[in-house]
């Protein structure tokens, strides 16, 4: 299994583009999510989604877009980034929606807005 | 709604140290705990959990107690390495099916 696979590692950007962080997992996992991570401030939910087809708001949704076309995959989408978009993005997914369920991070992505 | 507190780092020690990162919760029910760690450049990564009143969960010399009485679950080893330097996260899953996580705890471990 390759567990949770995000790309690219890196990204530079300028304000206004836009772009798809990927990401994928091959556990099977009904529940998946994005968080973002800056200084000082934790982890902060973006999206999350329970299943294909079934996808919700989380702390910060400003600014980000996502689907779940299938059980896999969870793109996040930035419509036009903006400075304060500068962060280190988080995968993660877990089995079902109990409560007991370990989450599996992917490695990250690296974003910077100029 | 749900809330994890943990202590506020960075935490300095020098090798072989005894390490305790304390966290106090709020939730409704029953929730299941864990620690996640994350490495320098890393992902977070399970490091323990206890799902019911006071299970230990133990890994890598790390424990942490479920303390209803208290709503705590505070990491602690016996002794810390270079190794161990990194973020620790302390989270809970209740009531809702979305995690709840703390602010995260620096380690740096000093040979």
């Known amino acids: 299994n390759a567990g949770v696979t995000q790309t690219p590692k890196f990204q530079v950007l300028k304000t206004g583009q836009s772009m798809t962080l990927q990401c994928a997992q091959d556990?099977?996992?009904?529940?998946m999510s994005w968080y973002r991570q800056d200084p000082g401030m934790g982890l902060r939910l973006i999206h999350y989604?329970?299943?294909?087809?079934?996808?919700d708001q989380g702390e910060v949704p400003n600014g980000y877009n996502v689907s779940r076309s299938t059980t896999e995959d969870f793109p996040l989408r930035l419509l036009s980034a903006a400075p304060s978009q500068t962060s280190v993005y988080f995968c993660?997914?877990?089995?079902?929606?109990?409560?007991?369920?370990?989450?599996?991070f992917g490695p990250g992505t690296r974003l910077l807005v100029l | 709604g749900n809330s994890v507190t943990q202590m506020e780092g960075p935490v300095t020690l020098s090798e072989e140290a005894f390490l305790t990162i304390n966290c106090t919760y709020t939730?409704?029910?029953?929730?299941?705990l864990f620690w996640y760690v994350q490495y320098p450049g890393e992902g977070l990564q399970l490091l323990l959990k206890?799902?019911?009143?006071?299970d230990k969960g133990s890994n890598k010399g790390f424990e942490a107690t479920y303390r209803k009485e208290t709503t705590s679950f505070h990491l602690e080893k016996g002794s810390v390495q270079v190794s161990d330097s990194a973020v620790y996260f302390c989270?809970?899953?209740?009531?809702?099916?979305?995690?709840?996580f703390g602010r995260g705890t620096s380690l740096i471990v000093h040979p």
């Open positions: 993660a997914s877990k089995p079902g929606t109990g409560g007991q369920g370990t989450q599996y």
């Open positions: 556990m099977n996992h009904e529940y």
């Open positions: 989604s329970v299943g294909a087809g079934i996808t």
């Open positions: 939730a409704t029910g029953y929730p299941s």
């Open positions: 206890a799902t019911k009143a006071d």
């Open positions: 989270a809970l899953t209740g009531g809702s099916y979305i995690p709840t």
